[in-house]
């Protein structure tokens, strides 16, 4: 079963709602299917980019705390994994919400990844050892491009996030 991860921009001034109200994380994530300006679609490449920003298996900040997994704030983790659960179960644990603040912090640690340090971490083999999904890792460009493209994406989904000090969840279906 894939899993793809989402990401989409939310004013910080909805934050009492999206943590208080049931179904309204669900309701943005309805209003950003239909409004692709404000959402980014990683597909299955997510496990992958994580991987390649922070060599470390994806788990989540609200996981980690649970396994007494020590989490620094300014990590490049936080780019897909961190922030706080909201009510909206999704098929990745919950969906997070992360700070305006926080936003901005990653999007300039993002900002310092260049693409080929990006690319040099990318290990097929080690990544198909460790089971980082989808699996099926291959040394081909036609994969490096799909990485890149949605590394790309990523970087500057959270740039304009921070330019308008707006928050962000991350959800997976």
């Given at each position: 079963?894939s899993i793809?991860?989402?990401?989409l ?8 709602r ?71 179960e ?9 700070e ?12 310092q ?16 050892e460790?089971?980082?999904p ?11 491009d ?21 928050s ?6």
């Amino acid at each position: 079963m894939s899993i793809d991860c989402y990401l989409l921009i939310a004013s910080p001034n909805n934050r009492i709602r999206i943590f208080g109200e049931m179904g309204f994380v669900e309701y943005l994530i309805d209003m950003a299917e239909s409004e692709y300006s404000n959402s980014l679609d990683l597909g299955e490449s997510w496990a992958a980019i994580h991987y390649m920003l922070t060599i470390e298996v994806p788990t989540t900040r609200p996981s980690a705390r649970l396994l007494g997994i020590q989490w620094w704030d300014d990590s490049l983790e936080n780019v897909l994994m961190g922030g706080e659960n909201t009510p909206y179960e999704c098929a990745f644990e919950f969906a997070r919400y992360i700070e305006p603040t926080d936003v901005s912090l990653m999007a300039e640690k993002l900002n310092q990844v260049s693409v080929e340090k990006f690319i040099r971490a990318y290990d097929p083999d080690y990544m198909e050892e460790i089971g980082i999904p989808p699996c099926g890792w291959k040394q081909d460009m036609q994969t490096m491009d799909w990485l890149t493209k949605n590394f790309l994406a990523l970087k500057s989904f959270y740039q304009i996030a921070a330019k308008s000090n707006e928050s962000i969840i991350i959800y997976f279906l």
